[in-house]
């Protein structure tokens, strides 16, 4: 009993001191560590605080200099311990999951175009070739392999693409328009990047003389994007004056697929990376006739990859659609190559179509699948088929009565378009719901 008396007294004499010594440290961090230390608490409340979507954004916004600086340094790096570094790349790696991009999409307002105009699925190319369905404006780019799919390679220390549209027009975008695009940039090292133009021009106009322009700032652990653009009523179609930005607080350099989506209705310019809505600007000018992809950089041995670009005109509601026609034909819902699971970005379409049918419990519909010509028409049978039955199910999923739709698959047989051009199998590959 003693000798546990003994130790407990040791141990409250060890703790006092041990107080009186913490004390005495802590008194001598000075003014300065102690501020430090408040801003990192004030950085991780504001971490825990922050709105995040399905994990999409997952950090916070860095400090602007000036809203009306056009460099590319608007945005400073945010400045992190290495604790918050450290976590800040874990994060910045991690992959959405198929079900959460699924509900990101759902809840998207991204309407695609209902009247493709050029599409690219790189079917047929050639590793090491000039991409077919595009023109070179400068630099470099080649067809190369990812993960065992076809993609354009665009060149890490230059390379200016443009799509390949006939007759060589510099005037097919129009009012109401659509760009999509899937892109691919690794920059595990943190060590730079380049910066990435979408750039849009009026009919008539040289490249670089933009009416909208869409970069991409890719260095460092948090990334923006930035539309500068023309503003309605302005004079000009290639001098901008105006510029909304998504802030520095996205992860897009991580190596991972990400979908990219522009939308321009009348005068409404919006931006979505992944389903979420990153710019929203109310008052652009329109005129765009058309664009170009740029990728310069002083880092060549990093390449920039592109797949799956479709260009579309048009956005009719889908109710507009079914009462004109009796149906209502979508190509917002699409499938990985060759088979039936429905890509995560085809759920803002249809969720858009669960609505219609929640708003108008009568409604039926004939969910049917169209292939083109490419393949056998066996083949195109089943696929098709299967097509239809998963759209069906995903519908019954979220909450259709299964007696409200039946699955047809039309495989090869009912083109409205011809299969001898690209753009006509484009507008021969989509969905029907025909109205029972």
């Not at 922050?50 to 916004?61: A, L, P, R, W």
């Not at 600007?281 to 479709?310: D, H, M, Q």
Request: proline share 3%.
């Amino acid at each position: 009993m003693k000798r546990l008396m003994f130790l407990l007294s040791m141990l409250l004499v060890l703790g006092a001191t041990t107080e009186v010594n913490a004390q005495s440290w802590l008194k001598k961090l000075g003014k300065k560590v102690e501020n430090a230390a408040k801003g990192a608490v004030e950085r991780n409340a504001e971490r825990k605080t922050e709105n995040i979507v399905d994990d999409v954004f997952d950090g916070k916004y860095t400090k602007k200099k000036s809203s009306s600086s056009n460099s590319d340094d608007d945005y400073e790096e945010a400045e992190y311990t290495e604790e918050e570094t450290s976590s800040s790349s874990k994060s910045s790696n991690k992959k959405q999951t198929p079900k959460s991009l699924e509900a990101t999409y759902a809840k998207s307002d991204f309407v695609p175009g209902d009247e493709i105009i050029f599409e690219d699925n790189l079917y047929g190319e050639q590793l090491g070739e000039f991409p077919s369905r595009w023109d070179l404006e400068r630099g470099v780019a080649e067809i190369a392999k990812v993960n065992g799919e076809t993609v354009i390679a665009m060149a890490g220390n230059d390379s200016w693409i443009k799509p390949l549209m006939a007759d060589y027009s510099t005037n097919y975008l129009g009012d109401v328009f659509t760009v999509e695009y899937d892109m691919l940039y690794d920059d595990s090292k943190k060590d730079g990047a380049p910066s990435i133009e979408i750039d849009f021009m009026a009919p008539g106009q040289r490249r670089d003389n933009e009416i909208y322009t869409l970069t991409y700032y890719l260095g460092y652990d948090k990334q923006s994007v930035r539309m500068s653009y023309v503003k309605n009523g302005s004079t000009s179609v290639n001098s901008t004056d105006g510029e909304a930005s998504s802030g520095s607080q996205l992860v897009l350099n991580d190596g991972q697929w990400h979908h990219y989506a522009i939308s321009f209705n009348k005068r409404a310019l919006k931006v979505y990376i992944d389903g979420v809505r990153v710019i929203n600007i109310p008052n652009a000018k329109a005129g765009a006739g058309w664009i170009t992809f740029f990728n310069g950089s002083n880092k060549p041995e990093y390449n920039t990859y592109l797949k799956n670009v479709r260009i579309a005109k048009g956005a009719v509601p889908l109710y507009d659609r079914m009462m004109t026609d009796g149906k209502i034909i979508t190509y917002g819902i699409t499938f990985d190559v060759g088979k039936s699971t429905i890509k995560p970005e085809s759920m803002g379409e249809i969720n858009r179509i669960v609505q219609l049918m929640n708003e108008n419990p009568e409604l039926k519909f004939s969910v049917e699948g169209h292939t083109d010509n490419t393949g056998s028409a066996a083949s195109n049978q089943k696929l098709s088929e299967q097509r239809s039955e998963a759209i069906v199910a995903k519908l019954v999923e979220m909450g259709i009565e299964e007696s409200r739709l039946t699955a047809v698959g039309k495989g090869q047989n009912s083109p409205i378009a011809d299969n001898n051009t690209d753009e006509g199998r484009a507008k021969n590959r989509r969905v029907e719901f025909v109205k029972q």
